[in-house]
Protein backbone atom coordinates (compact mmCIF):
# COMPACT_ATOMS: atom_id res chain seq x y z
CA UNK A 1 0.00 0.00 0.00
CA UNK A 2 1.22 3.26 -0.91
CA UNK A 3 0.96 6.28 1.28
CA UNK A 4 1.25 10.00 0.70
CA UNK A 5 4.56 11.22 2.37
CA UNK A 6 5.05 14.48 1.68
CA UNK A 7 2.39 17.29 0.11
CA UNK A 8 2.13 20.46 -1.11
CA UNK A 9 -1.30 21.89 -0.97
CA UNK A 10 -1.85 25.20 -2.63
CA UNK A 11 1.97 26.35 -2.05
CA UNK A 12 3.04 30.08 -3.43
CA UNK A 13 5.64 32.08 -2.40
CA UNK A 14 6.75 35.81 -3.21
CA UNK A 15 9.73 37.89 -3.11
CA UNK A 16 8.18 41.31 -2.52
CA UNK A 17 5.96 41.61 -6.09
CA UNK A 18 7.77 38.73 -7.52
CA UNK A 19 5.57 35.24 -7.42
CA UNK A 20 8.21 32.60 -7.69
CA UNK A 21 5.65 29.58 -7.08
CA UNK A 22 2.08 29.82 -8.13
CA UNK A 23 -0.32 27.40 -5.85
CA UNK A 24 1.50 24.16 -6.21
CA UNK A 25 -0.48 21.29 -5.55
CA UNK A 26 1.82 18.30 -5.27
CA UNK A 27 1.63 14.88 -3.71
CA UNK A 28 4.55 12.82 -3.13
CA UNK A 29 4.03 9.03 -2.42
CA UNK A 30 6.75 6.68 -0.59
CA UNK A 31 9.08 4.67 -1.70
CA UNK A 32 8.88 6.45 -5.63
CA UNK A 33 10.92 8.22 -7.10
CA UNK A 34 9.46 12.08 -8.04
CA UNK A 35 11.66 14.68 -10.14
CA UNK A 36 10.86 18.56 -10.85
CA UNK A 37 12.22 19.29 -14.35
CA UNK A 38 11.96 22.54 -15.57
CA UNK A 39 14.39 25.26 -16.98
CA UNK A 40 16.76 27.55 -14.98
CA UNK A 41 14.80 29.77 -12.73
CA UNK A 42 11.31 27.97 -12.96
CA UNK A 43 10.78 27.26 -9.25
CA UNK A 44 12.65 23.70 -8.62
CA UNK A 45 15.22 25.07 -6.03
CA UNK A 46 12.74 26.91 -4.22
CA UNK A 47 9.84 23.74 -3.69
CA UNK A 48 12.81 21.87 -2.43
CA UNK A 49 13.62 24.54 0.19
CA UNK A 50 9.70 24.75 1.07
CA UNK A 51 10.07 21.28 1.83
CA UNK A 52 13.37 21.06 3.35
CA UNK A 53 12.00 24.19 5.85
CA UNK A 54 14.53 26.30 4.86
CA UNK A 55 11.87 29.56 3.33
CA UNK A 56 8.49 30.20 4.98
CA UNK A 57 5.97 29.63 2.01
CA UNK A 58 3.38 32.38 1.46
CA UNK A 59 0.74 30.73 0.97
CA UNK A 60 -0.65 27.19 1.58
CA UNK A 61 0.45 24.06 3.31
CA UNK A 62 3.60 21.77 3.32
CA UNK A 63 2.45 18.42 4.99
CA UNK A 64 4.71 15.41 6.25
CA UNK A 65 2.56 12.25 6.69
CA UNK A 66 -0.71 14.23 6.44
CA UNK A 67 0.87 16.68 9.45
CA UNK A 68 1.19 20.33 8.53
CA UNK A 69 4.81 20.96 8.92
CA UNK A 70 5.28 25.07 7.66
CA UNK A 71 6.29 25.95 11.29
CA UNK A 72 8.86 23.09 12.22
CA UNK A 73 12.05 24.30 12.05
CA UNK A 74 14.57 22.25 9.18
CA UNK A 75 16.68 20.55 11.36
CA UNK A 76 13.58 18.70 13.38
CA UNK A 77 12.18 18.01 9.24
CA UNK A 78 12.53 13.96 8.43
CA UNK A 79 14.54 15.03 5.01
CA UNK A 80 17.74 15.14 3.95
CA UNK A 81 18.61 17.29 0.88
CA UNK A 82 21.42 17.21 -1.58
CA UNK A 83 22.13 20.85 -2.43
CA UNK A 84 22.64 22.55 -5.63
CA UNK A 85 25.96 24.02 -4.30
CA UNK A 86 26.70 20.71 -2.49
CA UNK A 87 27.05 22.77 0.64
CA UNK A 88 30.15 20.62 2.34
CA UNK A 89 32.47 21.43 5.54
CA UNK A 90 35.26 22.93 3.92
CA UNK A 91 37.34 22.03 7.27
CA UNK A 92 36.87 18.38 7.48
CA UNK A 93 38.34 15.59 5.20
CA UNK A 94 36.13 13.68 2.34
CA UNK A 95 35.67 11.08 5.39
CA UNK A 96 34.66 13.29 7.91
CA UNK A 97 32.26 15.27 5.72
CA UNK A 98 30.25 12.09 4.89
CA UNK A 99 30.81 10.73 8.61
CA UNK A 100 28.74 13.81 10.18
CA UNK A 101 25.54 12.69 10.02
CA UNK A 102 26.17 9.13 11.45
CA UNK A 103 28.46 10.86 14.62
CA UNK A 104 25.55 13.23 15.39
CA UNK A 105 23.05 10.16 15.76
CA UNK A 106 26.07 8.53 17.73
CA UNK A 107 26.75 5.39 15.87
CA UNK A 108 29.33 3.28 17.39
CA UNK A 109 32.96 4.00 15.34
CA UNK A 110 33.29 0.36 13.60
CA UNK A 111 29.54 0.96 11.78
CA UNK A 112 30.50 4.36 11.16
CA UNK A 113 33.67 3.22 9.26
CA UNK A 114 31.55 0.56 7.25
CA UNK A 115 29.10 2.53 6.47
CA UNK A 116 31.34 5.54 5.16
CA UNK A 117 32.83 3.34 3.48
CA UNK A 118 30.12 1.96 1.22
CA UNK A 119 28.67 5.28 0.36
CA UNK A 120 32.15 6.10 -0.73
CA UNK A 121 32.15 3.18 -3.22
CA UNK A 122 28.74 3.72 -4.42
CA UNK A 123 30.01 7.47 -5.57
CA UNK A 124 32.92 5.74 -6.65
CA UNK A 125 35.03 7.66 -4.57
CA UNK A 126 36.83 4.87 -2.89
CA UNK A 127 39.72 5.85 -1.14
CA UNK A 128 38.79 9.60 -0.88
CA UNK A 129 38.34 9.29 2.74
CA UNK A 130 41.56 11.79 3.89
CA UNK A 131 41.55 14.39 0.92
CA UNK A 132 40.63 17.68 1.75
CA UNK A 133 37.47 19.12 -0.10
CA UNK A 134 39.45 21.73 -1.27
CA UNK A 135 41.98 19.36 -3.63
CA UNK A 136 38.70 17.77 -5.26
CA UNK A 137 36.90 18.58 -8.48
CA UNK A 138 33.32 20.29 -8.31
CA UNK A 139 32.03 16.33 -9.78
CA UNK A 140 33.94 14.89 -6.81
CA UNK A 141 32.74 17.21 -4.24
CA UNK A 142 29.18 16.61 -5.43
CA UNK A 143 29.81 12.86 -5.11
CA UNK A 144 30.88 13.38 -1.71
CA UNK A 145 27.63 15.49 -1.23
CA UNK A 146 25.43 12.80 -2.46
CA UNK A 147 27.52 10.46 -0.17
CA UNK A 148 26.63 12.58 2.65
CA UNK A 149 22.93 12.32 1.93
CA UNK A 150 22.56 8.84 1.12
CA UNK A 151 24.26 7.53 4.30
CA UNK A 152 22.34 8.32 6.81
CA UNK A 153 19.24 6.31 4.46
CA UNK A 154 16.99 9.15 5.02
CA UNK A 155 12.84 8.46 4.24
CA UNK A 156 13.12 10.68 2.27
CA UNK A 157 16.21 12.59 0.01
CA UNK A 158 16.03 15.72 -1.73
CA UNK A 159 18.43 16.15 -4.63
CA UNK A 160 18.86 19.38 -5.99
CA UNK A 161 20.85 18.69 -9.72
CA UNK A 162 23.06 15.86 -8.25
CA UNK A 163 24.99 15.24 -11.16
CA UNK A 164 25.15 18.62 -12.79
CA UNK A 165 29.18 18.57 -12.71
CA UNK A 166 29.79 14.58 -13.74
CA UNK A 167 30.79 14.28 -17.34
CA UNK A 168 28.64 12.07 -19.76
CA UNK A 169 29.94 8.88 -18.92
CA UNK A 170 30.20 9.02 -14.72
CA UNK A 171 26.77 11.13 -15.08
CA UNK A 172 24.98 7.45 -16.58
CA UNK A 173 27.03 5.22 -14.01
CA UNK A 174 25.11 7.73 -11.01
CA UNK A 175 22.05 7.43 -12.71
CA UNK A 176 21.95 3.62 -12.67
CA UNK A 177 23.54 3.95 -9.11
CA UNK A 178 20.92 6.67 -7.58
CA UNK A 179 17.95 4.65 -9.31
CA UNK A 180 19.16 1.10 -7.50
CA UNK A 181 19.94 2.35 -4.39
CA UNK A 182 16.81 4.34 -4.51
CA UNK A 183 14.97 0.71 -5.24
CA UNK A 184 16.92 -1.28 -2.85
CA UNK A 185 16.60 1.17 0.26
CA UNK A 186 12.91 2.06 -0.66
CA UNK A 187 13.74 5.96 -0.02
CA UNK A 188 11.53 8.57 -1.53
CA UNK A 189 13.34 10.90 -3.70
CA UNK A 190 12.96 14.19 -4.88
CA UNK A 191 15.03 14.58 -7.06
CA UNK A 192 15.51 17.93 -9.52
CA UNK A 193 17.10 18.04 -12.80
CA UNK A 194 17.01 20.34 -16.54
CA UNK A 195 17.87 17.48 -18.02
CA UNK A 196 14.51 15.77 -19.75
CA UNK A 197 16.23 12.51 -20.64
CA UNK A 198 17.82 11.96 -17.08
CA UNK A 199 14.03 12.68 -15.55
CA UNK A 200 12.56 10.50 -18.43
CA UNK A 201 14.86 7.43 -17.61
CA UNK A 202 14.94 7.67 -13.75
CA UNK A 203 11.38 8.86 -12.46
CA UNK A 204 8.46 7.66 -11.51
CA UNK A 205 6.19 10.51 -11.93
CA UNK A 206 7.70 13.96 -13.23
CA UNK A 207 6.25 17.28 -12.25
CA UNK A 208 7.13 19.75 -15.22
CA UNK A 209 7.61 23.40 -13.80
CA UNK A 210 7.81 26.51 -16.10
CA UNK A 211 7.34 29.62 -14.34
CA UNK A 212 6.77 28.76 -11.02
CA UNK A 213 3.84 26.45 -12.19
CA UNK A 214 3.49 22.79 -12.11
CA UNK A 215 2.65 22.58 -16.11
CA UNK A 216 1.96 19.11 -16.25
CA UNK A 217 2.47 15.80 -13.76
CA UNK A 218 2.48 12.21 -14.94
CA UNK A 219 4.59 8.94 -16.11
CA UNK A 220 7.22 9.82 -18.14
CA UNK A 221 4.91 7.82 -20.93
CA UNK A 222 2.58 9.86 -20.28
CA UNK A 223 4.19 12.76 -20.06
CA UNK A 224 5.78 12.07 -23.26
CA UNK A 225 3.03 10.44 -25.31
CA UNK A 226 0.04 13.02 -24.04
CA UNK A 227 1.90 15.87 -23.46
CA UNK A 228 -0.27 18.59 -22.38
CA UNK A 229 0.61 21.98 -23.74
CA UNK A 230 3.27 23.72 -26.21
CA UNK A 231 5.61 24.25 -23.23
CA UNK A 232 5.68 20.60 -22.40
CA UNK A 233 5.39 19.16 -26.05
CA UNK A 234 8.85 21.51 -26.46
CA UNK A 235 10.84 20.74 -23.73
CA UNK A 236 10.03 17.22 -23.26
CA UNK A 237 11.97 15.83 -26.83
CA UNK A 238 11.88 16.97 -29.39
CA UNK A 239 8.56 17.55 -31.23
CA UNK A 240 7.19 19.31 -34.61
CA UNK A 241 4.38 21.80 -33.79
CA UNK A 242 1.55 22.88 -36.07
CA UNK A 243 -1.39 24.79 -35.84
CA UNK A 244 -4.86 23.20 -36.73
CA UNK A 245 -8.35 22.47 -36.27
CA UNK A 246 -10.20 19.77 -34.51
CA UNK A 247 -12.85 19.21 -37.30
CA UNK A 248 -14.92 16.72 -35.37
CA UNK A 249 -13.88 13.82 -32.57
CA UNK A 250 -10.91 11.80 -34.19
CA UNK A 251 -10.65 14.40 -36.99
CA UNK A 252 -7.85 17.44 -37.05
CA UNK A 253 -7.13 19.60 -39.76
CA UNK A 254 -3.53 20.68 -40.59
CA UNK A 255 -1.44 21.35 -43.39
CA UNK A 256 -4.53 22.22 -45.50
CA UNK A 257 -5.58 18.86 -44.92
CA UNK A 258 -7.82 16.29 -42.77
CA UNK A 259 -6.11 13.85 -40.91
CA UNK A 260 -7.39 10.80 -38.94
CA UNK A 261 -6.11 10.66 -35.41
CA UNK A 262 -6.92 9.21 -31.92
CA UNK A 263 -7.70 12.43 -30.19
CA UNK A 264 -11.75 13.30 -29.21
CA UNK A 265 -13.62 16.04 -26.92
CA UNK A 266 -13.31 18.71 -27.72
CA UNK A 267 -15.28 21.92 -29.80
CA UNK A 268 -16.10 21.28 -33.48
CA UNK A 269 -13.34 23.86 -35.28
CA UNK A 270 -11.76 24.61 -31.85
CA UNK A 271 -8.09 25.95 -32.80
CA UNK A 272 -5.43 23.26 -31.56
CA UNK A 273 -1.94 22.97 -31.75
CA UNK A 274 -0.64 19.13 -33.35
CA UNK A 275 1.89 17.21 -32.18
CA UNK A 276 3.93 14.57 -34.20
CA UNK A 277 7.60 13.38 -32.72
CA UNK A 278 10.95 13.50 -35.22
CA UNK A 279 11.15 9.67 -34.64
CA UNK A 280 7.37 9.15 -35.69
CA UNK A 281 7.55 10.40 -38.97
CA UNK A 282 8.62 8.56 -41.94
CA UNK A 283 9.81 9.68 -45.46
CA UNK A 284 8.54 8.17 -48.65
CA UNK A 285 7.99 9.49 -52.34
CA UNK A 286 5.95 12.94 -52.62
CA UNK A 287 2.60 11.35 -53.96
CA UNK A 288 2.57 8.85 -51.16
CA UNK A 289 3.22 11.43 -48.33
CA UNK A 290 0.53 13.00 -46.35
CA UNK A 291 2.58 16.16 -45.81
CA UNK A 292 5.24 17.23 -48.76
CA UNK A 293 8.02 18.96 -47.85
CA UNK A 294 11.92 20.44 -49.21
CA UNK A 295 14.85 19.11 -47.59
CA UNK A 296 16.69 21.95 -46.52
CA UNK A 297 19.80 20.72 -44.07
CA UNK A 298 20.67 17.18 -42.25
CA UNK A 299 23.04 16.43 -39.29
CA UNK A 300 24.21 12.97 -38.67
CA UNK A 301 23.82 12.05 -34.74
CA UNK A 302 25.28 8.49 -34.66
CA UNK A 303 22.22 6.60 -34.72
CA UNK A 304 20.06 8.20 -36.94
CA UNK A 305 19.97 11.67 -39.16
CA UNK A 306 18.32 14.69 -38.17
CA UNK A 307 16.43 16.21 -40.88
CA UNK A 308 15.57 19.57 -41.29
CA UNK A 309 12.27 19.78 -44.13
CA UNK A 310 10.15 22.79 -44.72
CA UNK A 311 6.46 22.71 -45.89
CA UNK A 312 4.55 24.76 -48.78
CA UNK A 313 3.28 26.90 -45.89
CA UNK A 314 7.00 27.10 -44.52
CA UNK A 315 6.54 24.98 -41.16
CA UNK A 316 9.41 23.41 -40.12
CA UNK A 317 9.56 19.71 -39.43
CA UNK A 318 12.04 17.94 -37.86
CA UNK A 319 12.80 13.97 -38.72
CA UNK A 320 14.66 11.65 -37.85
CA UNK A 321 15.42 8.73 -40.28
CA UNK A 322 18.56 5.92 -40.53
CA UNK A 323 18.33 6.88 -43.86
CA UNK A 324 19.69 10.33 -45.60
CA UNK A 325 17.86 12.50 -47.34
CA UNK A 326 19.09 15.00 -50.88
CA UNK A 327 19.39 18.20 -49.79
CA UNK A 328 16.49 20.64 -51.75
CA UNK A 329 14.76 17.74 -52.97
CA UNK A 330 10.71 17.32 -52.22
CA UNK A 331 9.47 14.55 -50.03
CA UNK A 332 6.45 13.28 -48.42
CA UNK A 333 5.63 12.46 -45.16
CA UNK A 334 3.92 9.53 -43.49
CA UNK A 335 2.66 9.35 -40.11
CA UNK A 336 0.18 6.89 -38.22
CA UNK A 337 -3.21 8.21 -36.44
CA UNK A 338 -1.95 7.30 -33.17
CA UNK A 339 1.62 9.08 -33.81
CA UNK A 340 -0.61 12.85 -34.08
CA UNK A 341 -0.97 14.33 -30.95
CA UNK A 342 -3.37 16.80 -30.11
CA UNK A 343 -3.16 19.88 -27.81
CA UNK A 344 -6.11 22.45 -26.33
CA UNK A 345 -4.98 25.50 -26.50
CA UNK A 346 -4.66 26.69 -22.48
CA UNK A 347 -6.27 23.26 -21.32
CA UNK A 348 -5.97 23.11 -17.21
CA UNK A 349 -4.14 19.71 -16.34
CA UNK A 350 -7.75 18.57 -14.43
CA UNK A 351 -9.90 18.75 -17.93
CA UNK A 352 -7.07 17.77 -20.53
CA UNK A 353 -6.91 14.36 -17.90
CA UNK A 354 -10.50 14.03 -17.71
CA UNK A 355 -10.93 14.38 -21.19
CA UNK A 356 -8.14 11.86 -21.88
CA UNK A 357 -10.33 9.10 -19.32
CA UNK A 358 -13.50 9.97 -21.13
CA UNK A 359 -12.40 8.57 -24.45
CA UNK A 360 -9.43 6.42 -23.55
CA UNK A 361 -12.20 4.20 -21.37
CA UNK A 362 -14.15 3.89 -24.18
N1 LIG B 1 15.80 35.20 -2.22
C1 LIG B 1 15.23 35.48 -3.38
N2 LIG B 1 14.76 36.72 -3.68
C2 LIG B 1 14.19 37.02 -4.84
N3 LIG B 1 14.01 36.14 -5.84
C3 LIG B 1 14.44 34.88 -5.63
C4 LIG B 1 15.08 34.49 -4.40
N4 LIG B 1 15.40 33.18 -4.49
C5 LIG B 1 15.00 32.78 -5.72
N5 LIG B 1 14.43 33.80 -6.41
C6 LIG B 1 13.85 33.73 -7.77
O1 LIG B 1 12.91 32.69 -7.81
C7 LIG B 1 12.88 32.06 -9.10
C8 LIG B 1 12.98 30.56 -8.92
O2 LIG B 1 14.25 30.24 -8.42
P1 LIG B 1 14.75 28.74 -8.19
O3 LIG B 1 16.07 28.80 -7.54
O4 LIG B 1 13.68 27.98 -7.49
O5 LIG B 1 14.87 28.23 -9.69
P2 LIG B 1 15.37 26.81 -10.24
O6 LIG B 1 14.23 26.21 -11.02
O7 LIG B 1 15.93 26.01 -9.13
O8 LIG B 1 16.51 27.26 -11.28
P3 LIG B 1 17.97 26.59 -11.61
O9 LIG B 1 17.71 25.48 -12.59
O10 LIG B 1 18.69 27.73 -12.26
O11 LIG B 1 18.60 26.14 -10.32
C9 LIG B 1 14.03 32.68 -9.89
O12 LIG B 1 13.50 33.61 -10.79
C10 LIG B 1 14.87 33.36 -8.82
O13 LIG B 1 15.53 34.48 -9.34
MG1 LIG C 1 17.87 25.41 -8.70
Known sequence: ???????LQHVSKRYGDTVVLKDINIEIEQGKFYTLLGPSGSGKTTILRAIAGFLEVSEGDVLFDGQRINDVPANERKVNTVFQD???????????NVAYGLRIQKKPKKAVAQRVESALKMVRLEGYGDREISELSGGQQQRVAIARAIVLEPAVLLLDEPLSA????LRKDMQYELRELQ???GITFLFVTHDQEEALALSDEIFVMNDGEVQQSGTPVDIYDEPINHFVADFIGESNIVAGHMIADYQVEFNGKTFECADAGMRPNEPVEV?????????????AGKVQVKVDTQLFRGDYYEIVAYDRLNNEWLIHSTNPAVDGDTVGLTFDAEDIH???LNESEEDFDARLESYEGE
Open 86 to 96: YALFPHMNVFE
Open 166 to 169: LDAK
Open 183 to 185: QRL
Open 1 to 7: MSHTIIE
Open 275 to 287: VLRPEDLDITSTD
Open 342 to 344: VMR
